[in-house]
């Protein structure tokens, strides 16, 4: 058990770029979450996964972003036509299931994104 | 649809003094109730949890909260405090008949001073 990885960890890009961040959940966690950090603030949610299928998407996803489970096991999150106000921290989670102890989420470490 | 409120930003205290951190939530369903700890540039890091049952959960660091339902609170206790616990808290909710997403509040900022 390796923990939940994200790549990059750090990610700097101009106004206007796509980006994708990669999340690689604890292996056999059937929910994956992205959640959007920024300073000063706690985690808000973006979307989840249950497998390959995406359960639920906050209001807070704009078109501009996209995200993928294709096979139930990694998820991507693209960011099309970056904005400053995209800088954030993107963290991303993922939990056994459904029911007490399959709930508990477990966070990797974040991308860093900073638009300038 | 739920809310949390972290009713402290920053506390500050002195180490080996004891510490509360005091976390309110809203919600018209039952919730499961989390704490994470953050440090500098890294993810969240689960403290502790209450899922059902009794209502003081203990977790690691020596850190304890207890779930008051009917003043819908969830506060966190560690009766003495290391320069080590330095960091920022957080206070979760989710809906036990979803559970999905959790709902976080803004953080409170542990100062641990020598």
């Known amino acids: 058990d390796t923990g939940v990885s994200q790549n990059p960890r750090h990610k700097i890009t101009k106004r206007g770029q796509n980006v994708t961040f990669r999340c690689d959940p604890i292996?056999?966690?059937?929910?994956l979450y992205w959640y959007r950090q920024t300073l000063g603030q706690g985690p808000e949610f973006l979307t989840y996964?249950?497998?390959?299928?995406?359960?639920?998407k906050s209001r807070l996803l704009s078109d501009r972003f996209s995200a993928e489970r294709p096979k139930g096991s990694f998820s991507t999150l693209e960011i099309q036509r970056t904005e400053q106000g995209d800088s954030a921290m993107y963290l991303c989670?993922?939990?056994?299931?459904?029911?007490?102890?399959?709930?508990?989420?477990?966070f990797g470490a974040g991308t860093r994104l900073s638009v300038l | 649809a739920q809310s949390v409120t972290q009713l402290d930003s920053q506390v500050p205290v002195f180490e080996e003094a004891p510490v509360e951190l005091r976390c309110n939530y809203s919600?018209?369903?039952?919730?499961?109730l989390f704490w994470y700890v953050q440090y500098p540039n890294q993810g969240l890091q689960l403290l502790l949890k209450?899922?059902?049952?009794?209502?003081l959960v203990k977790g690691i660091n020596g850190f304890e909260a207890e779930f008051n339902k009917s003043q819908t609170s969830f506060h966190l206790r560690k009766p003495s405090v290391h320069i080590s616990d330095t960091a920022e808290y957080f206070c979760?909710?989710?809906?036990?008949?979803?559970?999905?997403?959790?709902?976080f509040g803004d953080g409170t900022t542990l100062t641990v001073k020598p």
């Open positions: 989670a993922s939990s056994l299931g459904q029911g007490n102890d399959k709930n508990i989420q477990y």
């Open positions: 292996s056999e966690h059937n929910r």
């Open positions: 996964f249950q497998n390959e299928a995406q359960l639920e």
């Open positions: 919600s018209s369903v039952s919730v499961y």
């Open positions: 209450y899922l059902s049952g009794s209502t």
């Open positions: 979760a909710v989710s809906e036990t008949r979803i559970a999905g997403k959790s709902t």
